[in-house]
Nanobody, 117 residues
Framework: QVQLVESGGGLVQPGGSLKLSCVTS????????MSWYRRRSGTEREYVAT???????YYTRSVAGRFVISRDNAQNTLYLEMNNLKPSDTAVYFC???????????WGQGTQVTVSS
């Protein structure tokens, strides 16, 4: 059974930092590209970042230069380090493993990030 469990969210002031974690199980983590998405209040879920098997990160424009996606294959864990946070980054953040032949896409339950003074 595939499981993705996010943690690390919370309340932070503008300009602050948070590091999200996503602990995974039920599939071969090192063989999967992984992504982060977020859903801001009243909006659809939106793409944030992706990391490839080789560790290369891709980012949506609004977070490029502030967020860093990384992975620890030995711990089956995905990370999202968020710096210089803005109120517009307030959202529920989700870990995502895309679907592959024979495996459905998977989502975590999400972790709330609130950026406010």
């Amino acid at each position: 059974q595939v499981q993705l469990v996010e943690s690390g969210g919370g309340l932070v002031q503008p300009g602050g930092s948070l590091k999200l974690s996503c602990v995974t199980s039920g599939f071969v983590f090192r063989d999967s590209g992984m992504s982060w998405y977020r859903r801001r209040s009243g909006t659809e879920r939106e793409y944030v970042a992706t990391i490839t098997l080789s560790g290369h990160g891709y980012y949506t424009r609004s977070v490029a230069g502030r967020f860093v996606i990384s992975r620890d294959n030995a711990q089956n864990t995905l990370y999202l380090e968020m710096n210089n946070l803005k109120p517009s980054d307030t959202a529920v953040y989700f870990c995502h493993r895309p679907g592959t032949p024979g495996m459905e896409p998977a989502w975590g339950q999400g972790t709330q990030v609130t950026v406010s003074s």
